[in-house]
T-cell receptor
C-alpha cells in the first residue's frame, strides 16, 4: 500500500464549478498535510497546509482533514482555467519525511 | 517563503558522465532536501542535506551515486554520478520551514535531466 494515494484523474470541471480533490494516507501518526499545485514543466508550489481535523479556508481553496478516516481533500470554488494543473497531496509522516501522492490532474474548461 | 535558485534548469548528458546540480537559497535554512520526479510520477525524496554533517539518504539511494554537499546554510549541491538513461528525471531541491514561513516547504525550479 502506498503511503499517500490520490486519484490520478484527469478531473475536468467547467469554469465556475467546484473542483474536489481527494487524498488518503496510510500512517495514522501523520500530523501535517499539504497540497501543492504543479503546472506543467514547473516545480510544485505550496497552496494549503492543514494540521487539525476540520476545514481550513484560504480564498477559493478549502482543505478538509479527517484523521479518523485518514482522508484529506482540497476544494476549489469558482474554478478558473488558471487552476488547471496537477495537484499533489503531501503528508509529513515524521520529522522532515514527506510522502507525496502521484497527483491529480485538473482541467478547468472555459 | 524562501527563494531558491537552482541550476542548471536542464541538461542533456552522455551516459557514464556526472552532473552536479546547484541550489542556492536566499536565507539560511537548517535542512535542504533533494527530490526526484520521474516522468508521470510523484516526488521521491533522495536525501536530506544538513549543514555540517553527512547527508541522510532514503532507501534506494546511495551516496556513491548521489553525492551531496552542504558547505553552508544557504547552498547545496547534488551530483548524479555515472549516469544512465534511467536517471533521466526532474531533480528538485527543497527547503524546510523558515522564520518567514514556519510551515512551508518551498521547491526550487527543478533541473530536467536527460541521459542519452
Amino acid at each position: 500500500q502506498k503511503e499517500v494515494e490520490q486519484n490520478s484523474g484527469p478531473l475536468s470541471v467547467p469554469e465556475g464549478a467546484i473542483a474536489s480533490l481527494n487524498c488518503t494516507y496510510s500512517d495514522r501518526g501523520s500530523q501535517s498535510f499539504f497540497w501543492y499545485r504543479q503546472y506543467s514543466g514547473k516545480s510544485p508550489e505550496l497552496i494549503m497546509s492543514i494540521y487539525s481535523n476540520g476545514d481550513k479556508e484560504d480564498g477559493r481553496f478549502t482543505a478538509q482533514l479527517n484523521k479518523a478516516s485518514q482522508y484529506v481533500s482540497l476544494l476549489i470554488r469558482d474554478s478558473q482555467p488558471s487552476d488547471s494543473a496537477t495537484y499533489l497531496c503531501a503528508v509529513n509522516v515524521r520529522g522532515n519525511q514527506f510522502y507525496f501522492g502521484t497527483g491529480t490532474s485538473l482541467t478547468v474548461i472555459p | 517563503s524562501a527563494v531558491i535558485s537552482q541550476k542548471p534548469s536542464r541538461d542533456i548528458c552522455q551516459r557514464g558522465t556526472s552532473l552536479t546540480i546547484q541550489c542556492q537559497v536566499d536565507s539560511q535554512v537548517t535542512m535542504m532536501f533533494w527530490y526526484r520526479q520521474q516522468p508521470g510520477q510523484s516526488l521521491t525524496l533522495i536525501a536530506t542535506a544538513n549543514q555540517g554533517s553527512e547527508a541522510t539518504y532514503e532507501s534506494g539511494f546511495v551516496i556513491d551515486k548521489f553525492p551531496i554537499s552542504r558547505p553552508n546554510l544557504t547552498f547545496s549541491t547534488l551530483t548524479v554520478s555515472n549516469m544512465s538513461p534511467e536517471d533521466s528525471s526532474i531533480y528538485l531541491c527543497s527547503v524546510g520551514p523558515t522564520g518567514r514561513d514556519p510551515y512551508g516547504y518551498t521547491f526550487g525550479s527543478g533541473t530536467r535531466l536527460t541521459v542519452v
